[in-house]
């Protein structure tokens, strides 16, 4: 496609999305009727009318209200901007999304970074953004699993379990995907700018919305449509009563997706939403090797986790280390596993911890210092 075939494909695309009561579903019927956008444009007032959802005022706002200059200067600004742009009806559109409804379909996609091809594996990872320390680690861990074994990590790049996904799928040197609920040139949070940057470069970003698009609440459960029509499977990691992950939740099992929920303490705030799809169906969720089970198909090579050099370490110290692997690591289980008593293992801990390999974060609980994920 030519740089002015797509200016002008651009323009006609945003001209009709913009005209007020034209969301997906009234795009795709009109443009589904009258086999392009430019014979919407060019419909009589009456044939407009026919079509199911398009009022007579509704009619009357595409025959009189389109602005055609300021959609080209919308779709100009896209162009010198650098983004991709992905129309429903074309090649480099994600074909994972045609498996979801038709009237969710975006007529129109931006990306930066790499492209997503038909035969790639995509798992979503959402949850609560006021995650504990727990959920963020165990999802640092999976995600960096799951890009080990070439699949895509999914996700919204909302601060708690949407970053540490990320972070960890990064970590492992695997490809990531952030769908945004605010347009490309905005980000948000603004806490995960550096976060962003590396997503760009190394993953991919998603986002159906214009240039100078804000984000307000009704996008983010437009974006986890995304979310959850982009993967394969969708796991709930942490979320409370209301949580927003519950949204992709329940687009995933509308959308004949595998769903997964990792299991927490009935007392927990942040785990009332994920006990409660364990309850209603979805798979629990442990370890990677539940997402194998359910779904052999994903089944990969795992690469061994690559640490940063440590320290010098004594044979004891590296068996305890190489438990953390699968995440955070209670005291009590460090000790069966190693079959060593809690008064000589709390020694080599603080060893540990002395050193800045691992650190303690509750409960007798301890996890991987940062400096060593």
């Given at each position: 496609?030519?740089?002015?075939?797509?200016?002008?494909?651009?323009?006609?695309?945003?001209?009709?999305?913009?005209?007020?009561?034209?969301?997906?579903?009234?795009?795709?019927?009109?443009?589904?009727?009258?086999?392009?956008?430019?014979?919407?444009?060019?419909?009589?007032?009456?044939?407009?009318?026919?079509?199911?959802?398009?009022?007579?005022?509704?009619?009357?706002?595409?025959?009189?209200?389109?602005?055609?200059?300021?959609?080209?200067?919308?779709?100009?600004?896209?162009?010198?901007?650098?983004?991709?742009?992905?129309?429903?009806?074309?090649?480099?559109?994600?074909?994972?999304?045609?498996?979801?409804?038709?009237?969710?379909?975006?007529?129109?996609?931006?990306?930066?970074?790499?492209?997503?091809?038909?035969?790639?594996?995509?798992?979503?990872?959402?949850?609560?953004?006021?995650?504990?320390?727990?959920?963020?680690?165990?999802?640092?861990?999976?995600?960096?699993?799951?890009?080990?074994?070439?699949?895509?990590?999914?996700?919204?790049?909302?601060?708690?379990?949407?970053?540490?996904?990320?972070?960890?799928?990064?970590?492992?040197?695997?490809?990531?995907?952030?769908?945004?609920?605010?347009?490309?040139?905005?980000?948000?949070?603004?806490?995960?700018?550096?976060?962003?940057?590396?997503?760009?470069?190394?993953?991919?970003?998603?986002?159906?919305?214009?240039?100078?698009?804000?984000?307000?609440?009704?996008?983010?459960?437009?974006?986890?449509?995304?979310?959850?029509?982009?993967?394969?499977?969708?796991?709930?990691?942490?979320?409370?009563?209301?949580?927003?992950?519950?949204?992709?939740?329940?687009?995933?099992?509308?959308?004949?997706?595998?769903?997964?929920?990792?299991?927490?303490?009935p007392s927990s705030k942040m785990s009332i939403g994920s006990n409660q799809l364990i309850k209603n169906g979805a798979t629990l969720l442990t370890s990677i090797d539940d997402i194998f089970e359910t779904m052999p198909r994903l089944k990969g090579e795992i690469k061994?986790?690559?640490?940063?050099?440590?320290?010098?370490?004594?044979?004891?110290?590296?068996?305890?280390?190489?438990?953390?692997?699968?995440?955070?690591?209670?005291?009590?289980?460090?000790?069966?596993?190693?079959?060593?008593?809690?008064?000589?293992?709390?020694?080599?801990?603080?060893?540990?911890?002395?050193?800045?390999?691992?650190?303690?974060?509750?409960?007798?609980?301890?996890?991987?210092?940062?400096?060593?994920?």
């Amino acid at each position: 496609m030519t740089s002015k075939d797509l200016k002008d494909k651009l323009t006609e695309h945003i001209a009709l999305l913009s005209i007020q009561g034209i969301g997906r579903g009234r795009f795709h019927s009109l443009v589904k009727t009258f086999g392009s956008i430019q014979n919407v444009f060019n419909a009589t007032e009456n044939a407009l009318e026919s079509v199911s959802g398009i009022s007579n005022s509704l009619a009357k706002s595409i025959k009189s209200t389109v602005d055609f200059d300021k959609a080209k200067e919308v779709a100009e600004k896209i162009i010198q901007l650098g983004w991709k742009v992905h129309f429903y009806n074309d090649d480099n559109f994600p074909k994972q999304l045609y498996n979801i409804s038709s009237k969710d379909i975006p007529p129109i996609l931006f990306s930066i970074g790499k492209e997503i091809i038909p035969t790639d594996k995509l798992i979503g990872i959402v949850g609560s953004r006021h995650a504990t320390e727990t959920g963020k680690q165990f999802t640092f861990n999976l995600a960096g699993q799951l890009a080990s074994s070439d699949i895509i990590v999914v996700s919204g790049m909302a601060e708690g379990i949407d970053a540490a996904a990320h972070k960890g799928a990064l970590e492992s040197g695997g490809h990531t995907v952030a769908v945004w609920g605010s347009s490309l040139d905005i980000v948000y949070p603004p806490s995960n700018k550096e976060l962003a940057k590396q997503i760009a470069k190394h993953g991919t970003i998603f986002s159906e919305y214009l240039p100078g698009t804000d984000p307000v609440r009704a996008y983010f459960p437009e974006r986890n449509r995304i979310i959850a029509g982009l993967s394969d499977g969708v796991i709930v990691v942490e979320a409370g009563q209301k949580s927003g992950a519950l949204i992709t939740a329940e687009q995933a099992l509308t959308y004949n997706k595998e769903l997964f929920a990792v299991p927490g303490l009935p007392s927990s705030k942040m785990s009332i939403g994920s006990n409660q799809l364990i309850k209603n169906g979805a798979t629990l969720l442990t370890s990677i090797d539940d997402i194998f089970e359910t779904m052999p198909r994903l089944k990969g090579e795992i690469k061994a986790k690559k640490f940063k050099q440590l320290p010098d370490m004594t044979k004891t110290e590296q068996e305890i280390i190489n438990l953390f692997t699968s995440g955070p690591q209670q005291v009590d289980k460090i000790s069966r596993e190693i079959n060593l008593p809690v008064p000589e293992l709390m020694e080599f801990l603080l060893a540990l911890e002395l050193k800045g390999i691992v650190k303690e974060i509750s409960g007798k609980q301890f996890i991987l210092s940062e400096d060593y994920i």
